[in-house]
């Protein structure tokens, strides 16, 4: 069983900052990727922020400049530290990595989700 688990999430004012954290656990081999997404009230997820085991990232356009993703390999963690928050950043926000439950090829992976942590922005 392979889990993600994220906290960090609250209310803050427009303007404002927060810090969301994910932490992998459970029997895996790797995780290549991990990424946030988002989902906001009546409307579909939608990926905020990936990294990769190297350290490269991948931003939506809306984000750019505000937010920063960065990972701990060897603790299996992603954070997503949040700048300059707006209101149409509310939503929950989700952790989702594809894990590799195999060590030898093929690789199978495994598709996991957290179970979200919501962040609310007032005006």
């Known amino acids: 069983q392979v889990q993600l688990v994220e906290s960090g999430g609250g209310l803050v004012q427009a303007g404002g900052s927060l810090r969301l954290s994910c932490v992998a656990s459970?029997?895996?081999?790797?995780?290549?990727?991990m990424g946030w997404y988002r989902q906001a009230p009546g409307k579909q997820r939608e990926l905020v922020a990936t990294i990769t085991s190297g350290g490269n990232t991948n931003y939506t356009d809306s984000v750019k400049g505000r937010f920063t993703i960065s990972r701990d390999n060897a603790k299996n963690t992603v954070n997503l530290q949040m700048n300059s928050l707006k209101p149409e950043d509310t939503g929950v926000y989700y952790c989702h990595a594809p894990v590799v439950i195999t060590s030898t090829t093929p690789l199978r992976y495994l598709k996991v989700w957290g179970q979200g942590t919501l962040v609310t922005v007032s005006a």
């Open positions: 459970g029997r895996f081999f790797s995780i290549n990727v």
